[in-house]
């Protein structure tokens, strides 16, 4: 895979030796020598990823790293600082700043190329959700993300290891929030099995276990489509570098080398599970856009672009099974009244309980949409005549049994009248549902409220 991937460094033959090794590799690269120069192309270029000096003057890379995950239009990307920096300390500055992880001078090809595929996967994956949510924010029907709001839900790590515990995680939950707990377990099967039913928030995999091939582990969790994204943080010693970048192949989150710094594995798991937070909303937040393309939003129901693509499938499967199928067509009476006398909030409520009243008097099976203005369509299949008629009676029941209080006070009773019609040979959606919109037509003109069958 290849990314587009910006260098930082205030020397400029250090930005050359990375631009060299990275085109190499047939990265797209960009180059800036000062802080406020990355920050202003990371804006601009939107690039993959960020590989960060950290000593530079003016805005060194701790301060230019903060201020890249704070702009919202920059905090998504991946940024690696590369320093000869090798203190534990500032490891953990560097990631509390928000970085994602850090190489060392002389930064090792192969550490570096699987870094920056491991972290740019990670990003290209999420992006297209990313671009759809941000839409939504831009329209107002989405609101913006706030990662903030992630930090205090309940969480839990599944480490699977060899070991009963690991003593470097216990400890280390002291530097956690008190939200997040740790759970072992030894059988790998069982692992992902829990990983699949989605029970870990967050998934360590010990490089080092026998029982069981790790980097087995590792695929098979990338392999499905529920756990595709599921962030997982491999346990590495120094002796295991190479199954480590084999990992990050594989497509493992991030890594902790052993001993593990207490400070630091929590500053990891924060990250990381902010990450699977912001994920899940971005998820969430297309279920609701899809949603919203077939749903009524103030009645609840299907709206007539969902009639129309499932009904047609609906029919189309009928006729395939030869099983009957039948329609109504439900019109609220005298609605033109309601809103010209008591306005458009009242005719509003009337709308939304006489959507609820069709819900409950329609089986699970069925399909109720507002087709528009006081007009419902109810698709039945595998339903005769008969018992379409008995249907469309208990509708018109609940219906009447309705009484909308109104902001003032006041009261209104309601009532609707139905036609039905049942599918022929001939049918398609279009043809059924003339058919019961004529029905309704007749019980109208014969005074309302009542339930009128297709003519013979």
């Not at 020397?11 to 202003?40: H, W």
């Not at 839990?156 to 290891?161: R, Y």
């Not at 005298?334 to 458009?344: I, L, S």
Request: aromatic share 4%; proline share 3%.
């Amino acid at each position: 895979m290849t990314a587009r991937v910006l260098v930082v460094d205030d020397l400029e033959p250090n930005v050359k030796l990375l631009e060299a090794k990275l085109r190499a590799e047939y990265f797209e690269v960009m180059t800036a020598l000062s802080g406020q120069e990355a920050i202003d192309l990371a804006i601009e270029h939107q690039p993959d990823i960020v590989l960060l000096d950290v000593m530079m003057p003016g805005l060194d890379g701790f301060e230019t790293c903060k201020i890249l995950k704070a702009n919202d239009e920059t905090w998504h990307i991946p940024v690696v600082m590369v320093t000869a920096l090798d203190q534990q300390a500032d490891r953990v500055a560097g990631l509390q700043a928000g970085a994602d992880d850090f190489l060392t001078k002389p930064v090792q090809d192969i550490a570096l190329f699987a870094r920056v595929r491991s972290l740019t996967r990670f990003k290209q994956m999420t992006d297209e959700l990313r671009h759809r949510h941000a839409a939504g924010a831009r329209m107002g029907v989405l609101s913006k993300a706030d990662l903030s709001a992630f930090d205090e839900k309940q969480a839990t790590i599944l480490v699977v290891t060899d070991e009963d515990s690991i003593p470097a995680i216990d400890q280390g939950s002291e530097h956690m929030p008190k939200h997040i707990s740790v759970v072992y377990e030894n059988d790998a099967r069982m692992a992902l099995e829990a990983i699949r039913r989605g029970e870990p928030d967050l998934v360590f995999i010990d490089l080092g276990m026998e029982s069981y091939d790790p980097l087995r582990l590792c695929s098979g969790i990338r392999a499905f489509d529920t756990t595709r994204m599921a962030p997982i943080l491999a346990i590495a010693s120094k002796d295991e570098t190479r199954q480590l970048v084999r990992a990050l192949d594989l497509g493992v989150s991030d890594y902790l080398m052993t001993p593990i710094d207490a400070q630091e594995l929590a500053a990891r798991v924060r990250t990381q599970i902010r990450r699977m937070r912001y994920l899940e909303q971005l998820r969430a937040s297309f279920d609701q856009t899809m949603e919203m393309a077939i749903i009524d939003q103030l009645t609840g129901l299907y709206n007539r672009r969902f009639l129309s693509n499932q009904g047609t499938r609906l029919i189309e499967e009928a006729h395939t099974t030869e099983e009957p199928l039948a329609a109504l067509m439900v019109d609220i009476d005298h609605f033109k009244m309601v809103n010209d006398t008591y306005g458009h909030d009242a005719g509003d409520l009337v709308l939304k309980e006489v959507s609820a009243r069709l819900t409950t008097s329609v089986r699970g099976s069925d399909l109720a949409c507002r087709t528009g203005g006081e007009e419902f369509a109810i698709l039945m299949p595998r339903t005769p005549k008969e018992s379409a008629h008995d249907i469309a009676d208990r509708v018109l029941r609940a219906v009447n049994s309705v009484t909308v209080k109104l902001s003032d006070g006041q009261t209104l009773d309601v009532t609707v009248s139905i036609g039905v019609a049942s599918l022929d040979r001939s049918d398609n959606l279009a043809t059924i549902l003339k058919r019961a919109d004529e029905a309704l037509y007749r019980a109208k003109q014969n005074g309302r409220n009542q339930v009128i069958d297709e003519a013979a």
